[in-house]
C-alpha cells in the first residue's frame, strides 16, 4: 500500500528498502517523474535550486541499481529509453553542480544519527558503490556527460563547517544574484 507524506507525495522508500528487486523500477520511475516535475516546474524566481536532479537519478541511482544486479537489465533499458527521451526533448538544463562530496562512512553514520525507520536497512556497501558513481560522474569524468560547471565541497564537516562553506562559495552557488 502506498503511503503519502503530509507534502502529498508519495513514499515507496519503505518499500524499496525492503525489497529492492521487486521495487526498483517502480520506486526509480517515481523518481525520474518528480524529477523530471522539478526540473519543469515554472518559476517566479531567477534561481531554482534543486537536491538532485533526473542526471543523478539516472547517473547514480539507477547505474548503481544495474550494476549491482538489483535492476533486471530489461527494466534497465525501459528506464534509460525513457531517461534518453526526456533529456533529449524537455529542458533538464542545469546551470551548475554543487557536489557535497562526503565519504560513505559519514553518511553511513549520518543515516544512523538520523533513526528513519526507511533508512534502517541501508548498508555501507550501498553507499560506496553510490559514491563511487558519483566520483566516476562528477570527479573523474569516466562514466556520464557532464553538461555545467561542477563545484565540489567538502561534505564531511559539521553543520557549521558546511554553513560556512555555503557563505564562501554562495555567490557561485547563485550563479552569481546578490539577494
Not at 88 to 98: A, E, W
Amino acid at each position: 500500500m502506498l503511503q503519502f507524506n503530509n507534502s502529498g507525495i508519495i513514499s515507496m522508500q519503505k518499500h524499496f528498502y525492503q525489497d529492492p528487486t521487486r521495487w526498483a523500477l517502480t520506486f526509480q520511475t517515481y523518481v525520474q517523474l518528480t524529477m523530471l516535475e522539478q526540473h519543469l516546474h515554472k518559476q517566479t524566481k531567477p534561481i531554482k535550486l534543486m537536491e538532485r536532479s533526473i542526471y543523478s537519478a539516472k547517473y547514480c541511482f539507477v547505474e548503481n541499481l544495474y550494476e549491482n544486479g538489483i535492476m533486471p537489465e530489461l527494466e534497465y533499458l525501459v528506464l534509460t529509453k525513457w531517461f534518453d527521451w526526456i533529456v533529449k526533448n524537455q529542458d533538464t538544463h542545469l546551470d551548475l553542480i554543487v557536489y557535497l562530496q562526503t565519504t560513505p562512512e559519514t553518511v553511513y553514520h549520518r543515516i544512523n544519527k538520523r533513526c528513519r525507520q526507511e533508512e534502517k536497512s541501508i548498508p555501507l556497501d550501498y553507499l560506496t558503490s553510490l559514491h563511487n558513481l558519483h566520483e566516476d560522474w562528477l570527479i573523474h569524468r569516466t562514466k556520464f556527460p557532464v553538461s555545467c560547471p561542477v563545484l565540489v565541497l567538502d561534505g564531511n564537516g559539521t553543520e557549521t563547517e558546511m554553513i560556512d562553506q555555503y557563505e564562501a562559495h554562495k555567490r557561485q552557488i547563485l550563479c552569481q544574484q546578490s539577494w
